[in-house]
């Protein structure tokens, strides 16, 4: 069950699939003056050399993960833990925690206004008790694939892997409070996402 609510402050989950675009939508929060808290920044910092995170991640896949700069290769690390679940489970494990630990003192902090939680594993990590309410951006799946393949530079087969290791899009909108469909125009978009502030906090 989602949170009890503060009156001075509303927190919102905002997930989807890989490549749906919910960086695109926070943007556009943002712009109404909401606070992002971004996941995946979170676990990107939290995996740098030195850390905790960083030494069970290379004692647990190898130095093969390495980059010439001694810092984790995500794509390396990607394309080994996407190919089997286990070692996924294995890196989630050790991740996880600590994003989650971040993500929670970082909601501590801001004592009013919106908070948009952006977080493509937030149901997969347990944090829909976290926020109050919960926007799916879904996409079209050709749509998807093609603006995979354009920003990610992967592999067609390694943005299906990375996809059905994801909740099932479908799953997640069954759970969502909102949906936003992002398979057309930015300005359609923008529409979707005003009538969720107009529901939400700008009445």
């Not at 990607?78 to 679940?85: E, I, W």
């Not at 099932?168 to 909108?173: I, S, T, V, W």
Request: proline share 2%; no cysteine; aromatic share 4%.
């Amino acid at each position: 069950m989602p949170r009890q609510k503060q009156r001075n402050k509303i927190i919102i989950g905002l997930t989807g699939s890989f490549g749906s675009g919910k960086s695109s939508v926070a943007g556009i929060f943002a712009s109404y003056g909401a606070k992002v808290i971004d996941a995946d920044k979170i676990a990107h910092a939290s995996i740098k050399r030195g850390s905790k995170a960083y030494k069970k991640i290379v004692a647990g896949f190898g130095a093969g993960i390495l980059g010439e700069n001694r810092e984790i290769d995500r794509r390396r690390l990607g394309v080994l833990v996407f190919k089997h679940k286990k070692l996924l489970r294995r890196l989630n494990s050790i991740i996880h925690p600590e994003v989650i630990r971040i993500i929670k003192l970082k909601i501590n902090s801001i004592k009013k206004g919106v908070i948009i939680l952006d977080a493509p594993l937030l149901l997969e990590a347990g944090l829909r008790g976290a926020v109050d309410y919960l926007v799916v951006v879904t996409i079209d799946k050709r749509k998807q694939l093609s603006r995979l393949a354009r920003k990610a530079a992967l592999k067609k087969a390694e943005i299906l892997k990375r996809i059905k290791s994801q909740i099932p899009l479908r799953a997640k909108e069954r759970l969502a409070d909102f949906i936003i469909d992002n398979s057309g125009t930015l300005k359609e978009t923008k529409k979707q996402a005003a009538e969720i502030r107009r529901k939400l906090w700008k009445n």
